[in-house]
């Protein structure tokens, strides 16, 4: 009876630990999920890559099925170590890369297109989210423009199927949140919605401009973020990349970093960040 009482206590009291925002490319595929595991972590969000990485040019929105098919492939073995949750990407970039060789209006409609079948995945249950976003480089005004009407389009698929968007943009500034949560809006989508990947501790301000902070989890970041509050989700961005091993952060990273969040007492904020927040910019379930 005892030993019972004990494993109930243990199962009610394992702690859930979510990356929202890893990739896996070809250095440790798996085995980086393992390591996930291993240090404690229990739910992870797997984002696919720019075509290039697929060694694809995509010369119309269609032709990312291939990526998006062969990303949901690889969540699905990820799912046998963790639970994993796929988000299909149209990485912002892709206007520079696909630009260049087909003409800047030509990218931005493959780039719309593929944003309408990422969200035909998402109605069809395959995949629970998207990405978008704009440059974090310096583009020309041309270039700018596409890229802000591109991720206004996934905003409004976002909108269409219910789903969130993690965005990938500039560097945080208040100005630049502020006008990327207004173009939301513009297409109906609650910037709660809108989760800013790569995010500083800027909890309080976020909560101001209405995006989700997905906080990187390097530095102090977490431990300032708690200091701030608790609507935040956090990631490491591991990227998978042999020529970069462990960039931007290695796996384990946010299983360490919640550790420390529970083991300073900001037990209820680990849980946030880790379940409930997940939960509510999802609508998936962590804590089943
Ligand atoms: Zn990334």
């Given at each position: 009876m005892e030993n019972l009482m004990e494993n109930l206590c243990e199962k009610s009291s394992k702690i859930l630990i979510t990356d929202n925002h890893m990739h896996l490319y070809n250095n440790l595929r798996l085995k980086a999920l393992k390591q996930f595991k291993n240090a404690g972590g229990t739910h992870v969000f797997l984002v696919s890559l720019l075509s290039t990485h697929y060694d694809l040019t995509p010369l119309k929105g269609s032709d990312f099925r291939e990526i998006f098919d062969y990303h949901l492939k690889l969540v699905s073995q990820a799912n046998e170590i963790v639970r994993a949750f796929p988000v299909?990407?149209?990485h912002p970039a892709e206007i520079t890369i696909?630009?260049?060789?087909?003409?800047?209006?030509?990218?931005?409609?493959?780039m719309m297109d593929a944003l309408e079948l990422a969200?035909?995945?998402?109605?069809?249950?395959k995949a629970v989210a998207i990405k978008s976003g704009?440059?974090?480089?310096?583009?020309?005004?041309?270039?700018?423009n596409l890229s802000n009407r591109i991720m206004e389009h996934a905003f409004s698929v976002a909108r269409d199927v219910g789903c969130a968007v993690q965005i990938h943009t500039e560097s945080y500034s208040y100005r630049g949140m502020e006008e990327i949560a207004e173009i939301a809006r513009k297409a109906g989508l609650n910037p709660e919605k809108v989760v800013k990947h790569f995010s500083p501790p800027a909890v309080k301000e976020f909560e101001k401009i209405g995006l989700f902070p997905s906080v990187i989890a390097g530095n102090?970041?977490?431990?300032?973020?708690?200091?701030?509050?608790r609507r935040f989700l956090v990631e490491t961005d591991y990227i998978d990349d042999i020529k970069r091993p462990g960039a931007i952060l290695g796996p384990k990273t946010v299983p360490r970093?919640?550790?420390?969040?529970?083991?300073?007492?900001?037990?209820?904020?680990?849980?946030?960040?880790?379940?409930?927040?997940v939960e509510k910019v999802y609508g998936v379930e962590i804590s089943v």
């Amino acid at each position: 009876m005892e030993n019972l009482m004990e494993n109930l206590c243990e199962k009610s009291s394992k702690i859930l630990i979510t990356d929202n925002h890893m990739h896996l490319y070809n250095n440790l595929r798996l085995k980086a999920l393992k390591q996930f595991k291993n240090a404690g972590g229990t739910h992870v969000f797997l984002v696919s890559l720019l075509s290039t990485h697929y060694d694809l040019t995509p010369l119309k929105g269609s032709d990312f099925r291939e990526i998006f098919d062969y990303h949901l492939k690889l969540v699905s073995q990820a799912n046998e170590i963790v639970r994993a949750f796929p988000v299909l990407a149209v990485h912002p970039a892709e206007i520079t890369i696909l630009g260049e060789k087909l003409g800047y209006e030509k990218a931005s409609r493959i780039m719309m297109d593929a944003l309408e079948l990422a969200g035909k995945y998402v109605e069809e249950g395959k995949a629970v989210a998207i990405k978008s976003g704009r440059p974090h480089y310096r583009v020309a005004r041309e270039v700018w423009n596409l890229s802000n009407r591109i991720m206004e389009h996934a905003f409004s698929v976002a909108r269409d199927v219910g789903c969130a968007v993690q965005i990938h943009t500039e560097s945080y500034s208040y100005r630049g949140m502020e006008e990327i949560a207004e173009i939301a809006r513009k297409a109906g989508l609650n910037p709660e919605k809108v989760v800013k990947h790569f995010s500083p501790p800027a909890v309080k301000e976020f909560e101001k401009i209405g995006l989700f902070p997905s906080v990187i989890a390097g530095n102090d970041n977490v431990i300032i973020a708690a200091k701030e509050g608790r609507r935040f989700l956090v990631e490491t961005d591991y990227i998978d990349d042999i020529k970069r091993p462990g960039a931007i952060l290695g796996p384990k990273t946010v299983p360490r970093r919640v550790r420390e969040l529970y083991e300073m007492g900001y037990e209820d904020i680990a849980y946030k960040i880790c379940v409930e927040n997940v939960e509510k910019v999802y609508g998936v379930e962590i804590s089943v």
